[in-house]
């Protein structure tokens, strides 16, 4: 279930002949993983949540149209979706979330949240860091590697977990928009090296590294002889441009290493769940995902971070439906993102919850921010920076919760604004990671933690 | 899946026994036997499709021996695609359009078809083929920002005018333009979206969705767009309208029970019952040219794919 690159390792029809890393006992060990199945470094052994699982919307997901419904709001805001009560007291959702309605006591939910930008790849940059980037951001000339490391990288670094990813991202390949990629997705002003480990996790459960790309000769089935392998490195090395294989060696490295360990392989194999789990999580990319996701969390993985899609826009040629629904938000909800993100989040938060998981890692659904309350001149909604949603569990947080209330049409905060920075610094303190650590490390040291989470 | 009316003729049976106070035992054994009958006399629903990608607005072909429906063929790929009844065989409708296509329409004689196709001057623009003129294409700009669309096409009986959904100003609305994409007319102009236009078969009235009133309901309208009549008053959404070849149903998807599930009532909005009852999804309801059986999309296990399924009395 598991290849490089490009290739597959399996199809429908059985083993394809390009298939070259045969997860499993079969392979060679090329080096050590001492800190696989629940072999957690000490740092985390102090912390409420061991890991962390980002779900990440990425396009911004509608509020209004989810959990911060107004049906009192005249139909310029209020939308077409009737609301459903919840399990709590006065709150509702839209008709949309029948299943995390009726789970409703199992996580807690903010209606404030809040971002400094309007455009997809800064406000990502920084709700995914809690901070802004000292060059305005991405939209405004900023350049990769002068952003603040994402929450991921921090926890990797201070969980310093050999050669196992501490940073897994699952995505098609780098997140962004049609435009680029979000800076604030990696390691930022630490690095390459603490950047996010990628897998691409397709809808049957086919899980590849998206970044690698196999130099040329350097087939896939001599990849599994190790001798031939570091042979192969050596003579690429003499003859292809030094900084370009370094880089790739590099990631080849760290990928093979993972790949080809016995513990860390059955992680990525998604055959080894019952087809009832499979099942429960939906056939598509972004279910098997968060199945994989789970999987990892259970291997010790400190951060996951599971994306809804590559790219956050919709419609255009090369996008793969994100949450960036400018167009037919109405249609869309409708047919494709209230029902899968009903199904898959449901699905995560029972199975976490099943074994044992749930009280050990922290869940977060998130997305840059959310969308024009006011529908917009093409009866749809823009972007929304001012008050949003996120949904938490497990990992230390209270379940039951609503925090923050919004005003009447669902464009302002009336309570407190729960800010980026203290979105980062209550996952980080939630992990482990002191005021004092933090600081020790350069990191959301001034950043406040949701109280009313915990 | 058992339909509401296994259910009414076990409570029925139920009654008629305590009624005559017959034994528990018997009374189980009726609703088995009754149970029973009805699952031999109903068929099963037929699976057309086994690959489990996400499927949206199935439609019969001209002819009735092929399905066209739109499929999240690959993670960055949305097309319609042509399922052949006779041998099961699938192809890519339009191979040579390389961008996202949606919701595809034919007119009855076959001779234009019509879909959604994403572009950068509009999100989804309309683009209808003729396809006895080596598939010349006719493309509507829906008007406005650059990010409109229109989406949930129809061919008017006639053949002479495609009614869809158009985005517009506060809300969406139903509009037509003819076959060239010209002369467009607005057939709603209401507050909230008006979504999913489906045509009487003798092409006088057009039933829709709207969140006019709040939640999406269906309504129906004359084919101009006047005398707008509301034929549901739900909780939830009522969406999707679809009308029976013989003009006398509607199907529909509710979520009135919780989830989506497909409906049926006559056309003037009275005795809807349920067709379908799963926990997972149902959807997309588009009658057989028979009218005997619904075309849909049902996701089961995880899986969506498209069926066929009897419907009720």
Same mark, same amino acid.
């Given at each position: 279930?598991?290849?490089?690159?490009?290739?597959?390792?399996?199809?429908?029809?059985?083993?394809?002949?390009?298939?070259?890393?045969?997860?499993?006992?079969?392979?060679?060990?090329?080096?050590?993983?001492?800190?696989?199945?629940?072999?957690?470094?000490?740092?985390?052994?102090?912390?409420?949540?061991?890991?962390?699982?980002?779900?990440?919307?990425?396009?911004?997901?509608?509020?209004?149209?989810?959990?911060?419904?107004?049906?009192?709001?005249?139909?310029?805001?209020?939308?077409?979706?009737?609301?459903?009560?919840?399990?709590?007291?006065?709150?509702?959702?839209?008709?949309?979330?029948?299943?995390?309605?009726?789970?409703?006591?199992?996580?807690?939910?903010?209606?404030?949240?809040?971002?400094?930008?309007?455009?997809?790849?800064?406000?990502?940059?920084?709700?995914?860091?809690?901070?802004?980037?000292?060059?305005?951001?991405?939209?405004?000339?900023?350049?990769?590697?002068?952003?603040?490391?994402?929450?991921?990288?921090?926890?990797?670094?201070?969980?310093?977990?050999?050669?196992?990813?501490?940073?897994?991202?699952?995505?098609?390949?780098?997140?962004?928009?049609?435009?680029?990629?979000?800076?604030?997705?990696?390691?930022?002003?630490?690095?390459?090296?603490?950047?996010?480990?990628?897998?691409?996790?397709?809808?049957?459960?086919?899980?590849?590294?998206?970044?690698?790309?196999?130099?040329?000769?350097?087939?896939?089935?001599?990849?599994?002889?190790?001798?031939?392998?570091?042979?192969?490195?050596?003579?690429?090395?003499?003859?292809?441009?030094?900084?370009?294989?370094?880089?790739?060696?590099?990631?080849?490295?760290?990928?093979?290493?993972?790949?080809?360990?016995?513990?860390?392989?059955?992680?990525?194999?998604?055959?080894?769940?019952? %087809?009832?789990?499979?099942?429960? /999580?939906?056939?598509?990319?972004? @279910?098997?995902?968060?199945?994989? *996701? $789970?999987?990892?969390? +259970?291997?010790?993985?400190?951060?996951?971070?599971?994306?809804?899609?590559?790219?956050?826009?919709?419609?255009?040629?090369?996008?793969?439906?994100?949450?960036?629904?400018?167009?037919?938000?109405?249609?869309?909800?409708?047919?494709?993102?209230?029902?899968?993100?009903?199904?898959?989040?449901?699905?995560?938060?029972?199975?976490?919850?099943?074994?044992?998981?749930?009280?050990?890692?922290?869940?977060?659904?998130?997305?840059?921010?959310?969308?024009?309350?006011?529908?917009?001149?093409?009866?749809?909604? %823009?972007?929304?920076?001012?008050? /949003?949603?996120?949904?938490?569990? @497990?990992?230390?947080?209270?379940? *039951? $919760?609503?925090?923050? +209330?919004?005003?009447a049409n669902g464009e302002h905060p009336l309570t407190d604004p729960i800010a980026p920075a203290m979105v980062g610094t209550t996952i980080l303190e939630l992990a482990g990671m002191s005021t004092a650590r933090r600081a020790e490390m350069g990191v959301l040291s001034g950043g406040r933690v949701i109280d009313d989470l915990l | 899946m058992i339909c509401c009316n296994t259910k009414r003729h076990a409570r029925q049976l139920w009654l008629i026994a305590r009624m005559r106070r017959t034994s528990i035992f018997v009374i189980c054994f009726?609703?088995?036997?009754?149970?029973?009958?009805?699952?031999?006399?109903?068929?099963?629903?037929?699976?057309?499709?086994?690959?489990?990608?996400?499927?949206?607005?199935?439609?019969?072909?001209?002819?009735?021996?092929?399905?066209?429906?739109?499929?999240?063929?690959?993670?960055?790929?949305?097309?319609?695609?042509?399922?052949?009844?006779?041998?099961?065989?699938?192809?890519?409708?339009?191979?040579?359009?390389?961008?996202?296509?949606?919701?595809?329409?034919?007119?009855?004689?076959?001779?234009?078809?019509?879909?959604?196709?994403?572009?950068?001057?509009?999100?989804?623009?309309?683009?209808?083929?003729?396809?006895?003129?080596?598939?010349?294409?006719?493309i509507f700009l829906p008007p406005g920002s650059s990010r409109g669309t229109v989406r949930s096409l129809k061919f008017t009986p006639d053949g002479r005018r495609i009614v869809f959904t158009l985005s517009a100003a506060g809300g969406l609305q139903i509009a037509s333009v003819n076959l060239k994409g010209e002369d467009l007319k607005r057939l709603t102009e209401s507050e909230g979206t008006n979504y999913w236009p489906s045509i009487s078969p003798d092409g006088k009235s057009i039933a829709f969705s709207s969140s006019r009133n709040g939640?999406?309901?269906?309504?129906?309208?004359?084919?101009?767009?006047?005398?707008?009549?509301?034929?549901?008053?739900?909780?939830?959404?009522?969406?999707?309208?679809?009308?029976?070849?013989?003009?006398?149903?509607?199907?529909?998807?509710?979520?009135?029970?919780?989830?989506?599930?497909?409906?049926?009532?006559?056309?003037?909005?009275?005795?809807?019952?349920?067709?379908?009852?799963?926990?997972?999804?149902?959807?997309?309801?588009?009658?057989?040219?028979?009218?005997?059986?619904?075309?849909?999309?049902?996701?089961?296990?995880?899986?969506?794919?498209?069926?066929?399924?009897?419907?009720?009395?």
């Open positions: 279930m598991l290849g490089i690159g490009r290739f597959r390792n399996r199809d429908c029809q059985g083993i394809s002949r390009r298939a070259f890393l045969q997860v499993g006992a079969t392979l060679p060990f090329v080096c050590g993983f001492s800190t696989l199945g629940g072999q957690i470094s000490q740092a985390a052994d102090a912390a409420k949540a061991k890991s962390v699982l980002v779900v990440w919307l990425g396009g911004g997901p509608s509020h209004l149209d989810l959990f911060d419904p107004k049906p009192k709001a005249s139909s310029q805001f209020r939308g077409p979706f009737a609301t459903i009560d919840t399990h709590l007291p006065g709150v509702s959702f839209t008709e949309l979330l029948p299943k995390l309605a009726a789970r409703s006591k199992n996580f807690s939910l903010i209606r404030t949240n809040i971002n400094y930008e309007g455009g997809h790849r800064p406000a990502s940059s920084i709700m995914l860091t809690g901070s802004v980037a000292p060059d305005g951001g991405e939209d405004r000339g900023g350049k990769p590697g002068q952003y603040p490391p994402n929450y991921g990288s921090i926890l990797a670094r201070h969980r310093a977990t050999s050669e196992l990813p501490g940073f897994v991202s699952l995505a098609r390949g780098p997140i962004g928009d049609g435009v680029g990629p979000i800076f604030g997705h990696g390691g930022g002003t630490w690095g390459k090296g603490h950047d996010a480990f990628m897998l691409s996790c397709s809808d049957s459960g086919e899980v590849s590294i998206p970044a690698l790309q196999l130099p040329e000769g350097l087939s896939p089935m001599r990849l599994t002889d190790r001798r031939t392998v570091l042979a192969s490195l050596d003579q690429m090395r003499r003859t292809v441009d030094s900084a370009e294989f370094d880089k790739w060696d590099g990631v080849y490295k760290r990928a093979y290493a993972l790949l080809t360990a016995s513990d860390a392989s059955k992680a990525f194999d998604l055959t080894q769940e019952s %087809d009832s789990t499979r099942n429960t /999580y939906g056939h598509t990319s972004f @279910g098997q995902s968060a199945l994989l *996701g $789970r999987r990892l969390v +259970e291997q010790g993985v400190p951060y996951v971070q599971v994306n809804w899609s590559q790219y956050v826009e919709v419609f255009f040629p090369f996008s793969d439906y994100g949450w960036d629904t400018h167009s037919d938000n109405f249609g869309l909800m409708a047919d494709w993102h209230g029902p899968l993100l009903d199904r898959v989040l449901s699905a995560l938060l029972d199975d976490m919850q099943d074994r044992g998981l749930l009280d050990s890692t922290l869940v977060i659904c998130m997305g840059e921010f959310g969308r024009t309350p006011r529908i917009n001149n093409i009866g749809s909604r %823009d972007h929304w920076p001012s008050c /949003y949603f996120s949904v938490w569990a @497990g990992g230390g947080v209270a379940p *039951g $919760r609503v925090i923050g +209330e919004s005003d | 009726f609703v088995v036997a009754c149970l029973t009958a009805a699952s031999a006399v109903a068929d099963k629903p037929i699976r057309l499709t086994h690959d489990g990608k996400r499927k949206l607005s199935p439609v019969f072909m001209p002819g009735g021996d092929s399905i066209a429906f739109t499929v999240h063929h690959v993670p960055n790929q949305v097309i319609v695609k042509r399922l052949n009844l006779t041998d099961g065989s699938q192809e890519p409708l339009f191979p040579a359009d390389p961008a996202h296509q949606f919701d595809a329409a034919f007119s009855r004689d076959g001779r234009y078809r019509s879909y959604c196709r994403s572009a950068s001057i509009r999100q989804l623009v309309l683009v209808i083929q003729d396809t006895r003129d080596n598939n010349k294409e006719f939640p999406y309901d269906i309504y129906v309208m004359d084919i101009d767009g006047g005398n707008v009549r509301r034929l549901t008053n739900s909780p939830t959404r009522d969406i999707r309208p679809a009308w029976s070849p013989d003009g006398k149903q509607i199907a529909f998807t509710s979520a009135r029970d919780g989830n989506y599930e497909l409906y049926v009532m006559n056309a003037d909005g009275i005795h809807p019952r349920r067709v379908t009852n799963h926990p997972e999804r149902d959807d997309f309801a588009a009658w057989q040219p028979d009218g005997k059986k619904l075309l849909t999309v049902a996701e089961r296990d995880g899986r969506m794919d498209l069926y066929l399924i009897d419907v009720p009395e």
